[in-house]
């Protein structure tokens, strides 16, 4: 590993081991307590003109890298409370869109194995997309009873502004799921729209990519669709 | 983006002994009006004042001349102006009391509602913080306070004509919200900025009753999903809206009623979206308010588009908005439909990327035409090499901030010392930096002081703790010492890195102008504390964490701690006992104690985790949970 870092022409490295010399200058104190431990730090000088990219070839640097010892500190975790100080909101967009991509990720492939498998679910009528992860139910009766909270709360008819789309309100939303007015359908991995409840739950899961609670009237075309698909696999 | 400009520019007011000498005769509250003054402070927007509050006494000579001065105070906006004419002698007192409309009061513990109200009697602006910065960071416990309801109940009673409130880090119930909107017919705008403890269900009751509405700004706050379409409460009919803004609502919109909201505003300017809103949603608003300079985008991802239809021609959009001139959101960004905004670039004074994960690639093409920016916002995800673009097209750069994309202690930061420098050579003008990386050096520190005379706000986060230089291995030191020798306009300054006490010492000899200093992981013993303590004349709001500094340093500055707005000290070397002593000896100043461990009885009862202190006029709070002990 060493003779490959030397030769690494373009990065320049001062490569320290741990506990040994090392190029840094350890600051000297006066009585307040070893905080800094860099004898125990590895560090590199690293000449940041280098790379082409313009930035720096930092895959050694995870190699080898570790912590900054601090034995005086109070709590001795790994990620110190509030820092780096970057605030709460910031964080949370950040992960949720990380977890956005996973989901991406996830959905695309089917959920593929993964621990997560959220599908969009859109309804006819309803302005907006809701996500589910397929994975927190264990059945169509859940996933049912979540799908009519999800969209049952739209109804704002008190409130309602003009020009607005009318929206399901409760028994309506109650009765779609159960009768034939409204119908879930769903995308599966061949790109097919197909009735909720044709595969058993598990192999829903894995093949469904996106869900839409459609008109039931829109939904007929389906069904044949869905019984040729059934036999095939079959 | 607005907010924090309006922040920067929000300046306290400092006190000066000498006009405290002159005012003594004045006020018959216990406290000097000067006391006071450095409270509340007037707004510095200017406002045109129409009419007079009525004269109720008949006319004689001293009322002419009050009269008359009342008539030249209204046009007085800067509240330092304000400050030091009120207390010139008792009638000038009372005439810039009923003539000041705005009050900005920096830390809502520094007084009652009752003073505010029995001294002035005219507001109509009320810009009031909360929290300290570092509860941003889980630095304190949640139910602290900071609450709104005193303060609304309070103007309810006194100012009807209340028109205008702005709120920092405040905890507002959708109760305040609504109690808001019944009192105050003539609302007009609501601006919240990093707050809490309300809903949809309260923006829904606000939004429905204040008809006069021209701005409702929610930035950065939490605010649950009470599944109420708060969109469509609006009232029917033309709106007076110019400003919407809910990027932080994290609750699917009513797009319907979002659009018809937006075609019966003619005289919206600013339209800020959550992510909830797709890009095929934002062409249709956009289509429909070309009139728009600040646009919030949403989510800049398109939903999935079916196949066989068309899909929209955003770019146009962008140029038949002539009078974009601020861009944000992106929050979902599929990059390949960025370039859609390069009509607008060349007219931009601002961007906000910050939660947009670019590559150098994606942002180059378009950071290109941007010649006009002056504010810009990134991820550290465009690289040093985004920041040398940024460097070599963006001449009239006056504020940089570069947050990281992944901001952990020892992940890898695409942005070095380079970026910086480069920014430095590139960006002359630049006035506010906020600057993540993992390490850095004291040439480029050095560089930027050197480059970038007019800087006024220099935040620096090396986010390894205790990083020395890592090319040359000494502490950072020369670095920000260069920075408050050089930079001679210098009013705000965060520190990192590796620093010892000397650094300090430059800071208090030379920043003179600091009137806000936040330091962590740094300094070797309390001299670096006394040396802040003893310099920095106009330091009003010092932040401290993880530092070795303890009941001697804190001492050090029992002179000064009526003449600041707060001192916060986290996670250092302080002693129940030594805080005491200091809330002992200053009546003024309330000390507040408290840890993150809130069941934590007496455990190690004399360390302090927390010590938070600030100057109030009206004492210790009759609200603080169990968890704080005020000393």
Known sequence: MMEELMKLKETELCLGLPGGVETVETPTKSGVGNKRGFSETVDFKLNLQSNKQGHVDLNVTVAHKEKTKDPAKPPAKAQVVGWPPVRNYRKSVMAHQKSSEVEEASSCGGGRGGTVAFVKVSMDGAPYLRKVDLKMYKSYKDLSDALAKMFSSFTMGSYGAQGMIDFMNESKVMDLLNSSEYVPSYEDKDGDWMLVGDVPWPMFVESCKRLRIMKGSEAIGLAPRAMEKCKNRS | MKEDRSEMAAKDVELDPRS???????????????????????????????????VTQPPCPGHVLENVLENVLQFLTCRRDRNAVSLVCRSWYRVEAQTRFEVFIGNCYSLSPSRLT????????????????FADFNLMPPDWGAQFAPWVAATAMAYPWLEKVNLKRMFVTDDDLALLAESFPGFKELILRCCEGFGTSGIALFANKCRQLKVLDLIESEVTDDEVDWISCFPEGETHLESLSFECVESPINFKALEGLVLRSPFLKKLRTSRFVSLEELHRLMVQASQLTSLGTGSFSPNDVPQGEQEPDYASAFRASKSIVCLSGFRELTPEYLPAISPVCANLTSLNLSYANISPDILKPIIRNCHNIRVFWALDSICDEGLQAVAATCK??????????DPLEDSESPVSALGLQAISEGCRKLESILYFCQRMTNGAVIAMSENCPQLTVFRLCIMGRYRPDHVTGKPMDDGFGAIVKNCKKLTRLAVSGLLTDEAFSIIGEHGKLIRTLSVAFAGDSDMALRYILEGCPKLQKLEIRDCPFGDVGLRSGMHRYHNMRFVWMSYCRLTRGGCRDIAHALPSVVAEVFGSDVDDDDDNADYVETLYMYRSLDGARKDAPKFVTIL
Do not use: D, H, M, Y
């Open chain 2, 396 to 405: 009239e750069l006056r504020e940089l901030r570069v947050f990281p994309s």
């Open chain 2, 118 to 133: 029995r001294r002035f009697k005219g507001v109509r602006s009320l810009l009031l913080k909360g929290k300290p910065r």
């Open chain 2, 20 to 54: 405290a000498a002159i005012s003594e005769p004045l006020s018959s509250s216990s406290s000097s009006p000067a006391a006071f003054n450095a409270v509340v402070s007037a707004g510095n927007k200017s406002r045109s004042c129409k009419s007079s509050l009525p």
